[in-house]
């Protein structure tokens, strides 16, 4: 069954540092990874989704990477702000089915 | 783009009530819709699949008694909570997808988190 592990579990930075948050898997046969952002009290708002077939997908300040062989992923912040403060969630598809990692509570301290 | 909305958003109800979680897909038919549910500090783990007009399937530990999901349509599912505790307070998120094949994009509602007083 497909284990998906974030680390760190909390991760506290100062405004304007650049960061990055780890995923892992376990069953490197997946679909797509994708990188959620979820705030306190609200949902999940999709931030970057990766094809099986990509190594990396950008938008704005996000940069999120993927080495399927090795099963893993990283979203890298550049210049972090405190609006960034979110809990990130990795999510991979081996089907129709997520498997959510566990995710990374990130504050970004003005 | 595809939208699939979930409401209520938020819903407060006293212990040995039921409430009812609507999940809809606005424009596409959603021939399969999931249901996770997430406690503080966890992630997000999937309770039940399931396909329109067919019965839902329940993940290992779901009481599928307790939490009924029903699809009656291909625009809607729906999750019951029924005799609600306070230990089923949680985040219910549902998404749905258009076709039974691999790979194919699934969209996520809002989700609705429950407190049960």
């Known amino acids: 069954k497909q284990e998906v592990t974030q680390i760190p579990a909390a991760l506290s930075v100062p405004e304007g540092e650049n960061l990055v948050l780890n995923c892992s898997f376990t069953?490197?046969?997946?679909?797509?990874l994708q990188w959620f952002r979820q705030d306190p009290g609200k949902g999940l708002t999709s931030l970057l989704l990766?094809?099986?077939?990509?190594r990396e997908q950008t938008s704005g300040r996000l940069n999120a990477s993927l080495d399927k062989s090795s099963g893993r992923s990283t979203l890298y912040i550049a210049a972090s702000q405190p609006g960034d403060s979110a809990t990130y969630l990795c999510?991979?598809?081996?089907?129709?089915?997520?498997?959510f990692g566990t995710g990374t509570s990130l504050t970004v301290i003005p | 783009g595809a939208v699939v909305s979930q409401h209520p958003s938020r819903v407060i109800c006293k212990s040995g009530t039921s409430v009812k979680i609507e999940c809809r897909s606005l424009?596409?038919?959603?021939?399969?819709m999931f249901w996770y549910r997430q406690f503080p500090k966890q992630s997000l783990m999937l309770m039940a699949t399931?396909?329109?007009?067919?019965?839902?399937?329940?993940e290992q530990g779901v009481e599928k008694d307790k939490f009924l999901v029903n699809h009656a349509s291909l625009t809607l599912s729906t999750l019951t909570v029924t005799s609600a505790h306070p230990e089923d307070s949680s985040f219910y998120i549902c998404?749905?997808?258009?076709?039974?094949?691999?790979?194919?994009?699934?969209?996520f509602g809002e989700g609705s988190w429950l407190t049960v007083v």
């Open positions: 998404s749905a997808t258009t076709g039974a094949n691999s790979g194919n994009t699934i969209y």
């Open positions: 069953d490197s046969a997946i679909y797509n």
């Open positions: 999510a991979v598809t081996t089907g129709n089915q997520f498997y």
């Open positions: 990766i094809q099986s077939s990509q």
């Open positions: 424009d596409f038919q959603a021939t399969t």
């Open positions: 399931s396909n329109e007009g067919s019965k839902a399937t329940y």
